[in-house]
C-alpha cells in the first residue's frame, strides 16, 4: 500500500523563517509541491515515533484536516508566523503560515475538539500523551503498519507529519460521547456540525454541533436567533430543538 504524509514543510525560499503568507509553491490539488503539502512516507533518518488514537474517528479527522491544510493555498510555512494556523484553521480563506508542530496541533483539536496546547518536536510526544486522546507512543519500523491519522515525529528534534493515506480504521456512524460531550459521525465519517436532524433515543430531532463537532443544550444564539435545546441531560431527548405551537405553548420538536 502507498501511504502518504501531510505536513509543513519549508518556506518558498527553501528555509524556515522569513517568508510570503500563504503558500507560493502550490501548483495543483491535490498539492504534493507546496509549502505545506503531501508526499510519498519515507523512514526519517532519525526515527520515527508513531502516535496513535485512540478513536478511530478522531483518527479520521485528523487526517482530513491535514490533508484540507495541504490542499490549502492560503497556508504556508513559517517558524516565525507558525502560530497563524491556530487562529485561521485548516480551511483558512487568509493567507497564513504554520510550521509542522503548529499544524499537527490544530488539526487534532479541529479534529477532537481538545487543544494540547504549544509544544514542538522535541515535546510532542508528551504534550500529546497528556490529553488522553492517543496510544503510547511505539518506535516506528518495518512492521508497524500505519493508519490514516497516524501522527509521527522525529525520536529527536526535527519534524512532524500526519499519515493523510494509509490502512483504514473502522468509524462508526451514528452518536457518541466524549470528554462529556456528545457527537454524531456522518457517513462520510465527518463530524457532525451545524443544524442536524437526526435520529436519537425517541424519535427524530433537529440538533446543533458547534465547530468542534460537540451538540449544543439549552438557550443558544444561533446566526442572531435564540433556540432552546433541551437540557435534560442523560434524558431521552437531550439537545433536541423545540418549538412553540400555534397557542405559544413549547415542547420538543419531533421530525
Known sequence: MNIIIGSARVDERGTYSGGTAGDQKQRTEPDYTGEVSMQAFYVHKKGWYVIRPKDANIARGIAAAMKQACNNPNIGYDQGGRYGILT????????????????????????????????????????????????????????????????????????????????????????????G???????????????????????????????????LTGWQEIGGDWYYLDEDIGGANEGACWISDSNGAMHVWFL
Open 181 to 215: 460531550k456528545w457527537r454524531y459521525v456522518l457517513a462520510s465519517g465527518k463530524n457532525a456540525k451545524g443544524w442536524q436532524a437526526l435520529a436519537a433515543k425517541n424519535g427524530m430531532h433537529w440538533y446543533y454541533f458547534n465547530d468542534a463537532g460537540n451538540m
Open 88 to 179: 485561521y484553521g485548516t480551511n483558512t480563506k487568509v493567507k497564513t503560515e504554520a510550521d509542522c508542530s503548529s499544524l499537527v496541533r490544530q488539526c487534532v483539536k479541529e479534529a477532537s475538539g481538545k487543544d494540547a496546547g504549544d509544544f514542538t518536536t522535541w515535546n510532542e510526544v508528551q504534550a500529546l500523551n497528556a490529553t488522553g486522546l492517543f496510544e503510547p507512543a511505539r518506535t516506528y519500523t518495518s512492521s508497524v503498519k500505519l493508519y490514516e491519522g497516524d501522527i509521527l515525529v522525529t525520536q529527536t528534534k526535527g519534524h512532524t507529519v500526519i499519515v493523510t493515506d494509509g490502512y483504514s480504521r473502522s468509524t462508526q456512524v451514528g452518536w457518541y460521547k466524549q470528554d
